[in-house]
């Protein structure tokens, strides 16, 4: 039973363009999502997150946005960087999971020069 | 350290022997998490501690896998009689805690195991 489910497993830009990565979920009890940045042999770092309660957070070049009644979040990078390039993983919380967090299973992102 | 430290990096051992992960996470930080990727795949969770209450072991695929954290801090995960199909990355998380509080969990660089 995938509940996080990021149906691009590729993506490719040009520098300086958007990226628009997608993330669905099933679970309507998930209240907290979030983005990480992972790159080979490294651990996902933590890029951007957003609570249920919000539809939009932005941190410089990424935004996040949640779509609640399509059970949808996407993140933009805009403008996209070569440095950008790595696997993006969505995730999601359940608060009475006890703050585990369900994965979905990546989008390589890779942007050109 | 700065950051969530994993040991070893990488690990290899054959098939039936037993392997211990270790996992030293953030200074302060009182939630720690076991996540592994198999090849391809997402994080699946394995297992979430919180302070001194019972842990979460939900996510342990068999009882062959167990974890322990002493003191609060450090935490250990073992696997018994390893399988093929226990090749994979081990990934530990932590966060300052507090179940519920918007908090991103931050992860140490994993330890990629492969069973022969």
């Known amino acids: 039973d995938q509940q996080v489910k990021q149906n691009s497993p590729s993506l490719s830009v040009q520098e300086g363009r958007i990226s628009i990565l997608n993330c669905d979920y099933t679970?309507?009890?998930?209240?907290?999502f979030l983005w990480y940045k992972k790159y080979p042999a490294e651990g996902p770092t933590f890029l951007i997150s957003?609570?249920?309660?919000?539809d939009k957070n932005e941190d410089g070049r990424f935004t996040v946005f949640l779509n609640k009644s399509a059970k949808h979040l996407s993140l933009h990078i805009v403008p996209s960087q070569p440095g950008d390039s790595a696997v993006y993983f969505c995730?999601?919380?359940?608060?009475?999971?006890?703050?585990?967090?369900?994965f979905g299973e990546g989008t390589q992102l890779t942007v050109n020069p | 350290g700065a950051g969530v430290s994993q040991s070893p990096s990488n690990k290899v051992t054959e098939k039936g022997k037993d392997v211990e992960l270790r996992c030293d996470p953030i200074?302060?930080?009182?939630?720690l998490y076991w996540y592994r990727q198999s090849l391809g795949q997402g994080l699946e969770f394995l297992i979430y501690?919180?302070?001194?209450?019972?842990?979460?072991k939900s996510g342990l695929p068999s009882d062959r896998f167990s974890a322990e954290r002493t003191g609060g801090s450090v935490s250990t995960l073992t696997i018994q009689r390893t399988q093929q199909e226990d090749s994979a990355v081990y990934l530990c998380?932590?966060?300052?805690?507090?179940?519920?509080?918007?908090?991103?969990?931050?992860f140490g660089d994993g330890t990629r195991l492969s069973i022969l």
């Open positions: 679970n309507s009890m998930f209240d907290y």
């Open positions: 501690f919180q302070g001194n209450s019972a842990p979460d």
């Open positions: 995730a999601a919380r359940r608060k009475t999971s006890g703050s585990r967090l369900t």
């Open positions: 957003i609570s249920s309660i919000k």
């Open positions: 998380a932590s966060t300052r805690g507090g179940q519920g509080l918007n908090q991103p969990q931050h």
């Open positions: 200074s302060g930080h009182t939630a």
